[in-house]
Each structure stands twice: as C-alpha cells, then as structure tokens.
C-alpha cells in the first residue's frame, strides 16, 4: 500500500493501481485493501477492472453488483465512480452516481420520520433536539457536497453544449440565407451559373446530409457495442464476485435487484432546463456548505451563465471572504481541497468584467451597486469606466504577493481571460511551499502546463516548464514524452553512457 501511494503521488497512476492490486492479490479477504484498489482503478480510469473489484465484496445474491452496493449506500464508491465515469464523458452513468449520493441523504433524512412522534410522546427533547440540529447540519457533509458540486458543472457544461450547438445552427442559418441572397442576386445577372452553382450547392447538401446519417448510424452502433460491453462486464463483476462465495440467487430477488436505469438515460429525459437543476443544488449548497470555496464559486459560475451580475458579485465577496489556509492544509481539508480561495476569487473576477461589462449594463441601479462592489473587490479608491486595467494590476499584485505556483497559475489563467496572458508567473513561481517548506504535489504542475496552454502561450515556454515538471516527477503520466520523442532521444542517451 505505501508503495502504491507513493506511485500515486509521483503522478504514476497506471503504476500504483497495479501496486495496489498486487496487494489486494495477497489477501482476496481483505475487504480495506480491496477498497483501495477500486479507488486506485478508478482513478486510473480503469472503470470495468473497478467494477469486478467492488463485486466481490457484495451479496452473494445480488445480480447487480452496483445496486447493491447503492442499497448499501457506499457514497464513497458512488463518487469515485461518478468522477471516473464523468472524465470518460459518460454523462448520464456519472449523473446517476451523484444523484444516487444526492438521494442517501434525503432517505437519511426521512428515516428519522417515526422519531418525531416517538420524542414528542416520550418526552426525550433533548435527543430530540439533537436530531433537529443533525438533519440541519448533514447536507454539509463532505460527499454531499462533492456530488452535487461535480452534478452542478455537469448541468452547466450540458447547458454550455446546448449553447454552443445553438449558436453553430445561427451561423449555419445566416450563412445559408447569405448564400441564397448571393445566389439569387447571380440569377438576375447570370441564369446559367446561377443554376449551376445551385446544382453543386443541392449535391454538396446531399453529401453532407449522407455523412451526417452515417456518423449518427456509427454513434449509435457505438453506443451499442459500449452498453453491451457494460452489461457484459457488469454480469462477469457479477459472476467472479459469486464465486468467492456460496449461495444461488432467486429469480425474484434478481429482477428487483436490476438497476432501472443503469445510464441515467430517464435521469436526462425527466430533468429540467440544466440552469434549473444546477440551481436547486447551488440552493443547498449555498444553505449547508457555505464554508466552501466550491461553493461560492459555482454559485458565480451560474449567475454568469444566467447572466445575473448581482448575484455574481454577491458569491465574489462571499469567496473573498473565507480565509485562505495553507496549500498542504487546504488538500487534507475538505472543504478547501483542490479549491483555493483566492485563486478562484481572482479567475472570477477577470470572468466577471469580461462578462458584464459597465458599458453593456443598462439599468443605472445595477451599474452603481457594480462599480461600488469592484472598488471593495479591487482594493480601490474610486471608480472608473474601464475596470480591466485595474482588475490586471488587482491579478499581478496578487502574483507578486503570492509566489507559489498555485497562485501563480490562477493569476495566469485570469490574465489569460482578459487577453493579457504571459508565462513568467508560472516559469517563475516558487515550486516549494515556502510556508511550511514542502514541494508542491504533481497535481499543482498539472494545473500550471493546463493553463499554459490554456493562455496560448508560446510552445517554447510551455516545454520549458514541462522539462522543469519532468525533472521534479521523471514517473509522472502526464509530463511523459510521445513514443517518438523518447526513441529520437534514446540513441543519444545510449552514445553518452558509452563515452
């Protein structure tokens, strides 16, 4: 298990869920190390070999080994799976999980229904009182609002999808009614060519209609061949994890076992407009986990998508608000993990005057309460017409304040967003956190090289800071070169070892 955490650490997942696997091999009875093994999968993206791992530890009856291990209400399987699921962009299987987690806590919730009357009739109030303060306080917990976080941007990245497929249909339709106006304007001066190039415009039409019939055609039978391979990975996990154990299963109990819908296909038919679900989920986010910085900032997220600027600066002070904590602290707590405060105020912030800018904003109430709120966000004395110079001196004060390369790969993407990207931030952060002195994890330089390429920054300088990573982590996946890369570089490592 250390060796496969440490693999893990190195950025070497492929590695440390072999490790982890090797482990669980020595002691099949063993139901933590098996446990470890399903995450370590999961986290590979190795969903199918996860799932046979989970199946072996569930009732010997069960034909559906994910079903029972819903009825048992294994939250952490459920999100681990859901994010594993979610970054294969299997979105309905991944909004299932979550939605499964999301539901625990209502059943939770309603099982303490008899125990009202019970207190009331046997008078026990404190006992009652505590139950009162323990439904108000469980939608805090931590899986709670890690699955409705990852269910939130789901819904929001669907509706960012609905989006951009509209806007493609605008311009597809304006470019087809500019066309039929340049084609008629032709007939009146030229007939002939008119039909000709109405005849190639009809033929090259067909052509596509036909492609388009043809990739649907291989996305279906894709889709097929993928939930037959599920189902048939889904019914070995079944069988390898019965046969460790003694029993038969009834054909009653196996019908009631089978999920319902295993690919959140009636999930994703019965769902509202996506800013609507994303919004029911930000509601109690905002009520019961509004220590997280997550929290704030899916809130700004959606009021930016719902073109809502009060209510974007309303989860900006929120977020400016909560005390930054140490990065070694942040990623063991579980409120701040993964999620700085401030680096996520600042990306925001620079998404907020790229979005609603004081120029486009009509209603002069809500153009005061903006220009009020910046000068408390920005640090400023006055107001001004053009906050894009003073939100980038806001991001490059805050760069310089904060060295580490956390910080400095937020203040690179905002800048990014405001058209003023550049790379010494990152090239030249501390790698070290300097306030308790440890290295920054591999996640951190992952991060870094994504928004470097995020800010289109000159290939150059993006492999100069990949050389960097690959010197800190030589094991790490995601800093590894192309297969011809490292055959190129092969024969002169070879010629020096010789000289």
């Known amino acids: 298990e250390k060796e496969a955490r440490l693999l893990k650490r190195s950025g070497d997942l492929t590695a440390a869920a072999t490790s982890m696997d090797n482990a669980r091999c020595l002691d099949l009875a063993d139901r933590y190390i098996n446990n470890k093994a399903i ?106 609002r890690a699955a409705a976080q990852h269910a939130a941007y789901i819904w929001l990245n669907m509706y960012d999808e609905q989006e951009r497929k509209k806007s493609l249909e605008e311009a597809q339709a304006q470019a087809e009614k500019a066309r039929m106006s340049a084609l008629a304007e032709l007939a009146s001066r030229d007939p002939e060519a008119a039909k000709a190039a ?52 009834n054909n009653d109990v196996n019908k009631k076992d089978e ?44 009021a930016l998508r719902r073109r809502k600027p009060l209510l974007a600066l309303r989860a900006l002070q929120r977020l400016k608000k909560i005390q930054p904590i140490p990065y070694d602290t942040a990623q063991r707590n579980s409120l701040y993990k993964r999620e700085s405060p401030r680096a996520a105020f600042i990306e925001r912030l620079a998404h907020f005057i790229v979005t609603f ?3 486009d904003i009509s209603s002069p109430v809500i153009l005061q309460v903006m220009n009020t709120e910046l000068v408390a966000l920005c640090d400023c004395t006055e107001t001004t017409s053009d906050w894009r110079d003073i939100i980038i001196a806001t991001i490059q004060r805050f760069a310089n304040e904060e060295d580490g390369l956390p910080a400095r790969t937020a203040a690179t993407r905002a800048l990014a967003i405001l058209d003023a990207s550049s790379a010494q931030f990152i090239l030249t952060a501390s790698l070290v956190d300097t306030k308790n002195n440890k290295p920054y994890p591999v996640d951190a330089f992952i991060s870094a090289r994504d928004s470097l390429r995020f800010a289109n920054i000159p290939e150059s300088d993006i492999e100069t800071f990949l050389n960097t990573a690959r010197t800190k982590f030589p094991r790490a996946q995601a800093f590894a070169l192309p297969s011809s890369e490292e055959a190129t570089l092969a024969p002169e490592e070879e010629d020096t070892s010789k000289s």
């Not at 459920?78 to 991944?94: F, R, T, V």
């Not at 009652?128 to 108000?136: G, I, P």
């Not at 599920?230 to 079944?238: E, F, N, R």
């Not at 819908?261 to 509601?283: K, S, W, Y």
């Open 198 to 249: 109405e005849q190639a415009a009809q033929q090259k039409s067909a052509q596509d209609a036909a492609a388009a019939k043809a990739k649907a055609k291989r996305d279906k039978m894709k889709q097929r061949k993928a939930k037959k391979a599920q189902d048939k990975a889904a019914a070995a996990a079944s069988n390898d994890g019965n046969s460790i154990q003694s029993s038969s299963a």
């Open 357 to 359: 800018s004081p120029r």
């Open 39 to 144: 995450k370590y999968f999961l986290r590979d993206g190795q969903i199918d070999q996860a799932r046979k791992a989970a199946a072996l530890f569930t009732r010997p009856e069960a034909r559906d080994a994910e079903k029972h291990l819903r009825d048992m209400q294994a939250s952490w399987y459920e999100l681990e799976l859901g994010q594993a699921l979610a970054k294969d962009n299997q979105i309905g299987p991944a909004l299932r999980q979550f939605a499964a987690i999301i539901q625990h806590f209502s059943d939770f919730i309603d099982d303490q229904f008899d125990f009202h009357t019970y207190c009331v009739r046997k008078m026990t109030l404190r006992a009652y009182v505590d139950m009162l303060r323990f439904e108000e306080r469980i939608r805090g917990h931590a899986a709670f």
């Open 259 to 302: 999920d319902d819908d295993p690919q959140g296909v009636q999930l994703l038919a019965t769902a509202r407009d996506p800013l609507i679900e994303a919004n029911d989920l930000v509601t109690k986010l905002n009520q019961h986990a509004a220590a997280c910085p997550r929290t704030h900032a899916l809130a700004f997220d959606l």
